[in-house]
């Protein structure tokens, strides 16, 4: 039997798919059949959801803490006017937090055949690839009682890239560099570098220096001055191992190791040296290799991008013989890692000698401050306890460095804030010591 009047109403209002319907109107349905009437002529004349198009345009990388904007169109091909509201849902850690819901909600109202555009920001608060996740339309009646709804996949990727905050100390560097490099009056001496001219010997220089067959042409003593190697190579290596996922102060001790990496990269390019690079923990993570010095920069910050700390310990043996296959010839191995005792003594220190046999060795470590914070505490049992295992702490990690200098090795123990310029300024110190 067909059902008439009010019950007919219930029963289509029944049909009606969950959460098209205003919440304030729902218990008033099954009571007054004029406004059940109303939502269903509201629901009737609500623009189609399912026929909407969709395309993005927008920014494809971001540094983090910066914003990138990635825009949304909707074409409305129904012959009604899109009276909605939109939700560009991306995964939670795309905003910094309490924003989310104020960046990926927007209204518009769309006429029909015509197209409009919404704007979603994002700031995100980790590195790494940015997936938007779908587009949720919710599209309202001309009396905003009733609305359809639906769903759509609409593809877009926004890689998070370094912050590379060390940025900063490069201008300092560079005026360094140049100082090392000639290019100023300023010339050094060492051992491995190239000749560059004479000049009349002062007290103090390295008789090593005289040039004794120009002496004998002249009337004065000559000294020879030179200025260091260029085309020297540079091999970063990345852990990326359990010890790399800690955080230290605001930050993992991979993220402050990343940016020491970006700032010796751009130092030493400049400096004319060809960087490579390489992550490893128990396999290559990312490689960089053969890249011009315009190119290096740009290849790094991509291949750091998406990388992420490995809950495994690190293969010292196989982080070994992957530096040695990409440092084919005598290099400068830069290792980014802990200088935790046991991964240091049971990892590192047995195979040591056959990258010090070829290559110069510099080991660089996220010191952690509040260790230092604690070993100035007092006033309580408890803080007089933790100064003590402050101090304990401090102690081994000398103990480690001293271990790794007796091989030859250079080290560098250095706050978040303060690795990238102390790592750079041990570079530079190498190359005016001639032992790049």
């Not at 100023?184 to 051992?191: A, E």
């Not at 008789?207 to 120009?214: K, L, Q």
Request: proline share 6%.
């Amino acid at each position: 039997m067909a059902l008439t009047g009010r019950t007919a109403l219930l029963a289509a209002i029944g049909s009606l798919p969950v959460g098209i319907l205003a919440p304030s109107w729902t218990g008033m349905l099954a009571v007054n059949a004029p406004l059940s009437l109303a939502i269903l002529c509201d629901y009737a004349l609500a623009a189609p959801v399912r026929s909407l198009r969709f395309t993005r345009i927008g920014e494809t990388t971001v540094r983090l803490g910066e914003q990138a904007d990635v825009q949304l169109s909707i074409t409305n091909a129904s012959k009604r006017r899109l009276r909605a509201q939109i939700r560009d849902a991306w995964a939670p850690s795309s905003w910094e937090a309490g924003t989310e819901q104020a960046a990926s909600r927007h209204r518009l109202s769309v006429p029909a055949g015509e197209r409009r555009r919404v704007t979603t920001s994002l700031r995100p608060t980790r590195r790494g690839d940015r997936h938007a996740d779908r587009v949720t339309v919710r599209s309202y009646g001309p009396l905003g009682l009733a609305a359809r709804q639906s769903s759509h996949k609409v593809p877009w990727t926004v890689r998070v890239l370094p912050p590379f905050t060390s940025r900063k100390h490069l201008p300092s560097r560079l005026a360094r560099l140049r100082e090392l490099d000639g290019r100023t009056s300023v010339l050094i001496r060492g051992q491995g570098t190239e000749f560059d001219s004479l000049r009349d010997y002062v007290p103090g220089d390295d008789t090593r220096s005289i040039d004794w067959r120009a002496t004998a042409r002249q009337a004065d003593v000559a000294v020879r001055t030179w200025r260091p190697e260029r085309d020297r190579h540079i091999l970063l290596v990345l852990d990326t191992g359990r010890t790399s996922a800690g955080r230290v102060g605001d930050v993992p001790r991979l993220d402050a190791s990343m940016d020491a990496a970006l700032l010796l990269t751009a130092l030493a390019s400049r400096a004319g040296d060809r960087v490579g690079f390489l992550a490893y923990d128990r396999r290559v993570r990312a490689q960089v290799h053969g890249r011009s010095a315009s190119e290096l920069l740009p290849a790094l910050v991509g291949a750091l991008a998406p990388l992420e700390p490995e809950l495994v310990e690190t293969d010292a043996r196989g982080l070994s013989a992957a530096a040695l296959r990409s440092a084919p010839r005598r290099s400068l191995i830069v290792l980014l890692t802990n200088l935790d005792a046991a991964p240091i003594e049971e990892g590192l220190l047995p195979v040591l000698p056959q990258l010090t046999r070829r290559h110069t060795v510099l080991v660089a470590s996220v010191a952690d401050p509040h260790v230092e914070m604690m070993s100035k505490a007092r006033g309580s049992v408890e803080a007089v306890y933790g100064a003590a295992a402050a101090a304990q702490a401090r102690a081994q990690r000398r103990r480690t460095a001293e271990q790794l200098q007796q091989y030859g090795v250079t080290v560098v123990d250095a706050t978040p804030e303060n690795l990238a310029p102390a790592l750079a300024d041990a570079y530079l110190a190498l190359k005016a010591a001639g032992r790049l």
